[in-house]
């Protein structure tokens, strides 16, 4: 897989600033996908001590959650560590390991925001353009806006709010369990984003997607550290 827009990573900070806001005009906050038989799930991880990141693409069965695929990659931090641009500094180890599959996903969930975000373009929304495919921001935390909090119960929802905006939901994927913020990525609404998060969380807080791939993430930077 090769990304369909391209552009420099060695951006000054202004200079990254200005291109979010230009990509952020091209999400779209609409289902636009057909079937969806497989799905990624993307981490980045950064080593301790040095600017190595070791990025992970788990590819799994829509139906089953099975695993399908697995690909890494390790690249050196190209832009400084700046809350609000963190895609300019995950995505090019991303691009790396997405390079590297034999499967095409009809859908990536990212450990991160879409539109939940001051410019409405995190991490999920700046891989969503730049690939031309749906997206959906899974965040363990929240970035920005407001909300109330959800019944207790597996699937509650509430939106999230930021200048009288709807930018996501916090949704509560197990009975009792902290919710987790879902945000469109690109090319999905965001009632099936809560739909798809949910299904691909049937037993635990956080998506298979994102486990899978953080579980990648960890074994990948274990080798380079060891």
């Not at 190595?52 to 693409?57: E, W």
């Not at 695929?69 to 991303?94: H, K, M, N, W």
């Not at 095409?104 to 031309?132: E, K, N, W, Y």
Request: charged share 20%; with cysteine; hydrophobic share 40%.
């Amino acid at each position: 897989m090769k990304p369909v827009i391209s552009h420099p990573w060695d951006l000054s900070q202004n200079e990254a600033l200005l291109l979010q806001q230009k990509l952020a005009t091209k999400v779209v906050r609409e289902d636009k996908f057909g079937d969806i038989q497989l799905i990624a799930g993307v981490d980045v991880a950064y080593e301790k001590e040095g600017d190595k990141l070791v990025a992970a693409v788990v590819i799994l069965d829509a139906d089953t959650l099975n695993i399908v695929e697995t690909a890494t990659a390790t690249d050196v931090a190209q832009f400084p560590y700046i809350p609000g641009l963190f895609s300019f500094r995950e995505l090019p180890p991303l691009i790396l390991a997405m390079s590297k599959l034999e499967h095409q996903p009809d859908l990536i969930v990212c450990d991160g925001q879409g539109i939940a975000h001051p410019r409405r373009l995190g991490l999920a929304s700046h891989l969503g353009v730049i690939f031309d495919m749906p997206t959906i921001g899974c965040g363990k935390t929240k970035l920005i806006g407001q909300h109330d909090t959800p019944d207790i119960k597996r699937g509650a929802v509430t939106p999230l709010i930021d200048k009288d905006e709807v930018i996501g939901s916090v949704l509560r994927t197990q009975q009792g369990i902290n919710p987790i913020y879902v945000s469109i990525g690109n090319q999905i609404s965001l009632s099936t984003a809560n739909e798809w998060v949910l299904k691909l969380s049937p037993k635990y807080r956080l998506p298979e997607t994102t486990r899978s791939a953080d579980q990648a993430v960890r074994v990948k930077l274990s080798k380079i550290t060891s």
